[in-house]
């Protein structure tokens, strides 16, 4: 089945600084969006995109539709340790009426103050 | 509006048991998915409701089932447990009808199968 590349598997950053990662599919998207989940929660939804090339920010995150269609991508600006979490990308396949999203294994990110 | 409610959130159970989850969507919600965490394989799709239908499947044993009511309320059973069943159980609702498709997920029942 269709399966999700994200990227960085984890990262430990310092507090202040930025950080990236994206997610890459093997066929084209119409849906990205992306998720953070803390320890004993559920994901909590930070930003949809829905058109490639879209750019669409939220606080210090920004997120990017990529233009081919096969990728993602999430930044955070100035991070703060309340961005510790695992970032999750989801996608939806274009074509059909498939409205299963696809997930990625996640990022682990922690930050040190 | 009240978020994704998932009940209930700790559940312990011997293997060969069995378990059912409830899932209370957001309102006005019509789709409702499940999925199992673990740290090995992270988030695995188990199936879609929408409107008391299983409108998507994944690859998972037929142990696994669930069902949806006509308040979008959906409940997942797990027969016969297995050790491997242990788990965090993720629901999560969507309007389910529009191009602009978003998940919400509850809190999860974390599932420990002894």
């Known amino acids: 089945g269709q399966q999700l590349n994200q990227s960085p598997q984890s990262m430990f950053i310092q507090e202040g600084e930025d950080v990236s990662m994206n997610c890459t599919s093997s066929?084209?998207?119409?849906?990205w969006l992306w998720y953070k989940q803390e320890p004993g929660e559920g994901p909590v939804l930070l930003i949809a995109?829905?058109?490639?090339?879209e750019l669409t920010s939220n606080g210090r995150l920004t997120a990017q539709f990529g233009i081919t269609r096969k990728d993602s991508f999430l930044n955070i600006s100035a991070s703060i340790p309340s961005d510790v979490g695992i970032y999750f990308c989801?996608?939806?396949?274009?074509?059909?009426?498939?409205?299963?999203?696809?997930f990625g294994k996640g990022t682990l990110l922690t930050v040190n103050p | 509006k009240a978020g994704v409610t998932q009940t209930p959130r700790y559940l312990i159970k011997t293997r060969g048991q069995q378990v059912t989850l409830s899932c209370s969507p957001i309102?006005?919600?019509?789709?409702v998915s499940w999925y199992q965490q673990t740290p090995g394989q992270g988030l695995q799709f188990l199936f879609e409701y929408f409107s008391e239908t299983q409108r998507n499947k994944g690859n998972f044993p037929g142990r696994f089932s669930g069902r949806q009511f006509s308040n979008s309320r959906s409940e997942m059973n797990v027969s016969t447990l297995e050790l491997g069943d242990s788990a965090l159980y993720l629901c999560?609702?969507?309007?389910?009808?529009?191009?602009?498709?978003?998940?919400?997920f509850g809190p999860g029942t974390r599932l420990t199968v002894t």
């Open positions: 999560a609702s969507s309007d389910g009808t529009s191009y602009y498709y978003e998940q919400y």
């Open positions: 309102s006005g919600h019509r789709s």
């Open positions: 989801a996608g939806r396949e274009s074509g059909g009426s498939n409205y299963k999203l696809t």
């Open positions: 066929s084209i998207f119409n849906t």
């Open positions: 995109l829905y058109k490639a090339g």
